[in-house]
């Protein structure tokens, strides 16, 4: 296990807690646990596999809803154990990390010196004899290897008051590697607000969330831990490995670098998305180089599944200019577009064009809002209806986007988003005037795991697609997608929820796509 990076005496001082080093800490600081409750009540989980390494991540929370998640403050000597079965009969490697009061009592290990496309299992247990389940993770191929499939699920949008979260437990018994974790793991609203309609409809409740709106970081502790006790978000996790990114309601609705949606002042504001941001580090199986500082996170990163597949994880939040005022009438919002309005920043679109230089089969953009254009008009509206939210407000930041494809002649770039609780595989055009235009490249929107609840399933796509002619579909149930990948094509299974206002929902297959790598286009299966 790698535990130490570069970093001066005052990262050491800030940063020991993330290292899992008990040599580190004066004996005073660590306890001696006696815990009389459970402590792992938010499960385990794995994350961001590479070839040779997997996260593991818990977090101590014997009363996850109580202050501090019933823990005193103090750091807690937590140990773990990785096999290749689930008997332990052939253990890997064991260790030990701590579990801080500065980061929640979360505890993230970086395993090192594992063998690539290999299953794991792996579990936490702590002095007193409490275990964790047996939870089970897989590694990344080797780089230099030529995999013939890898199969990421995408999942997002789990807004836990407007529905259940029975979509996990399917997904959970899926054959897959892996899932992409797009965003809006919490919702930051207070209780009692519901999940929101896309078409209008009433708003459901179906459970509630615990207190107001979040703002401290024992808020958004708490939100996290809400989360993380739902049985089938467990089930996912114990499954399967995450790679996670987080989307607008990690922090608050709609934020765009030091942008609230309300206008509060950049450096109040500042203030909460660095404690959301350590909150979100704390609660997901993210690594070290996710470890916030200075109040931002370096998410975007990139990782690669042999030459099968490069999976660019991009930040559609933390880089971005202010939205452009639209048909929704939000304020505050910039009033004039301008071609250097981004998405992605300066920064993150140089990285972003370079890491397209590669020999993979496959580019995988997986990011959190939509880049196609798109009309929502209602049935009988005379005037086009967007959202600047996505890459609508930002047409210069598109057309760069469209221009780092075809510069480099790829066709075989995949955007694999969620964000806007609706099924959709479509064509990106190369002329925004023109929808029916060559493609540069494919679109899939996985639909939410439970955001928007069952308030839409009856919408009617037709007028839609009518007015969306580079769309295939456009359905509103919720539930995941599916991404098939192979060295001669990639295939896309949409899965949609019957319900989700109640338990016990049942999932189908709603529609399958396939693309060729030497074509970027949509083809039925």
């Not at 823990?71 to 079965?85: G, L, R």
């Not at 200075?294 to 490069?310: K, S």
Request: proline letters at 5%; charged letters at 25%.
């Amino acid at each position: 296990m790698t535990d130490i990076f570069a970093f001066n005496r005052r990262q050491m001082l800030v940063g020991a807690g993330f290292m899992g080093l008990s040599a580190l800490y004066p004996a005073r600081l660590l306890a001696t646990p006696r815990f009389s409750l459970y402590p792992f009540t938010l499960g385990v989980a794995s994350g961001d596999p590479w070839p040779d390494s997997v996260v593991l991540w818990t977090r101590l929370a014997p009363e996850p809803l109580a202050e501090h998640g019933g823990m005193e403050m103090v750091a807690v000597p937590v140990q773990w154990e990785i096999a290749e079965d689930a008997a332990f009969t052939k253990a890997v490697q064991k260790g030990e990390a701590l579990a801080r009061p500065e980061l929640g009592h979360s505890v993230h290990v970086e395993v090192q010196g594992l063998k690539p496309a290999r299953e794991y299992f792996y579990r936490f247990f702590i002095a007193n004899g409490d275990a964790t389940p047996v939870a089970r993770t897989r590694t990344a191929p080797a780089h230099n290897s030529r995999p013939d499939r890898l199969r990421v699920a995408l999942a997002g949008c789990q807004h836990y008051e407007a529905g259940y979260f029975t979509a996990y437990r399917h997904l959970s018994n899926e054959d897959l590697d892996c899932v992409y974790m797009y965003g809006d793991y919490i919702y930051e609203g207070a209780g009692g607000r519901g999940g929101g309609s896309e078409s209008g409809g009433s708003r459901q409740i179906v459970r509630n969330h615990v207190g107001g709106e979040i703002y401290s970081l024992d808020d958004y502790r708490r939100r996290y831990a809400q989360y993380h006790l739902d049985a089938d978000l467990q089930a996912a996790h114990h499954a399967l490995p995450f790679i996670c990114a987080f989307d607008d309601h990690e922090v608050d609705n709609d934020w765009a670098d030091l942008h609230e949606e309300n206008g509060a002042p950049a450096q109040l504001f500042a203030m909460r998305r660095a404690m959301a941001l350590q909150a979100w580090y704390e609660n997901l199986p993210v690594r070290q180089a996710q470890i916030p500082m200075e109040g931002r996170v370096q998410m975007y990163r990139r990782l690669d599944f042999g030459n099968l597949v490069r999976m660019h994880v991009t930040d559609n939040r933390s880089h971005r200019d202010q939205q452009l005022c639209d048909a929704r009438k939000k304020t505050p919002c910039r009033t004039a577009d301008t071609e250097a309005a981004s998405v992605f920043g300066a920064r993150q679109e140089a990285w972003l064009g370079e890491g397209l230089v590669n020999p993979m089969r496959w580019n995988m953009m997986a990011q959190q809002a939509m880049v196609m254009p798109y009309d929502l008009r209602k049935e009988g509206a005379s005037e086009p209806w967007s959202s600047s939210d996505d890459w609508m407000g930002y047409p210069g930041a598109r057309k760069r986007y469209k221009a780092m494809i075809t510069d480099r002649k790829l066709t075989n770039v995949v955007i694999a988003c969620g964000n806007s609780h609706r099924h959709i595989a479509a064509h990106i055009p190369s002329d925004d005037a023109d929808w029916t235009s060559k493609p540069v490249a494919v679109e899939f929107m996985s639909s939410s795991i439970s955001s928007s609840g069952d308030s839409d399933t009856n919408w009617r796509s037709d007028a839609t697609l009518r007015l969306n002619p580079h769309q295939m579909i456009h359905e509103m149930r919720r539930g995941y997608t599916i991404h098939d990948i192979r060295q001669d094509r990639w295939t896309t299974t949409m899965k949609a929820m019957d319900h989700v206002g109640r338990p016990g929902g049942n999932v189908r297959e709603l529609a399958k796509f396939v693309v060729l790598p030497h074509e970027a286009r949509i083809n039925r299966a």
